[in-house]
């Protein structure tokens, strides 16, 4: 008696395991720890007020979390803002500071730098409207998408870089990278690593 015929899988099964295994991954950065980080001046907003950010600067005075997000007023990184916001006073006590990028214009993120929900004048955000810094730290950047608004109705008119945090050293290399995790996620994971560094002893 011959054996009975292998059921063969539908075609289609591949491409959708192929794109499940894609999405399940983390989210992968070109730079990786020990790589030199790139510094960049732009225009940034801190309690609504604009001014020139420049991250050599920022690195005097300790290391710097630079966390890219899409796009303000929307709601993760509304989401992440807040927690970043919440737990600011414990990255102080770590040694270091904060900044957000993202493609938003400065007058957006004035008015998302202020707002006492999300950022509450506690961070700089910073305007990287070409996406050309989160470029040069190897993050995807997205184009305009067509009838996207935020969550106060408004059409969002800019691309948008994907969530990653870089915790960056004095010395200006990277010391850690998070991304492919939830809002939420990425702000607990980045202070943890940020007291890490601290209580090991290490010159951050």
Do not use: W
Request: net charge positive.
């Amino acid at each position: 008696m011959s054996p009975a015929p292998r059921r063969r899988r539908p075609l289609l099964a591949l491409p959708a395991l192929l794109l499940c295994i894609g999405l399940a991954g983390p989210a992968r950065a070109a730079l990786a720890e020990g790589d030199p980080a790139p510094g960049f001046s732009t225009l940034a907003s801190l309690a609504g007020k604009p001014y020139t950010y420049t991250l050599r600067s920022a690195l005097s005075a300790g290391p710097v979390v630079v966390y890219f997000f899409p796009s303000a007023f929307t709601a993760a990184c509304n989401m992440q803002a807040h927690e970043f916001s919440v737990l600011k006073e414990q990255f102080s006590a770590a040694g270091a500071s904060i900044v957000g990028v993202s493609l938003d214009n400065i007058q957006r993120l004035n008015e998302f730098s202020a707002n006492p929900d999300f950022c509450a004048g506690k961070f700089a955000v910073a305007s990287d409207p070409d996406g050309r810094i989160a470029r040069s730290y190897g993050l995807k950047v997205n184009g305009v998408k067509a009838g996207a608004k935020d969550t106060r109705g408004l059409e969002i008119d800019h691309g948008f870089a994907e969530r990653t945090t870089f915790i960056v050293g004095r010395d200006g290399t990277v010391r850690a990278v998070v991304g492919g995790v939830s809002p939420q996620a990425n702000v607990q994971r980045t202070l943890e690593l940020v007291q890490g560094l601290k209580s090991d002893g290490n010159r951050p």
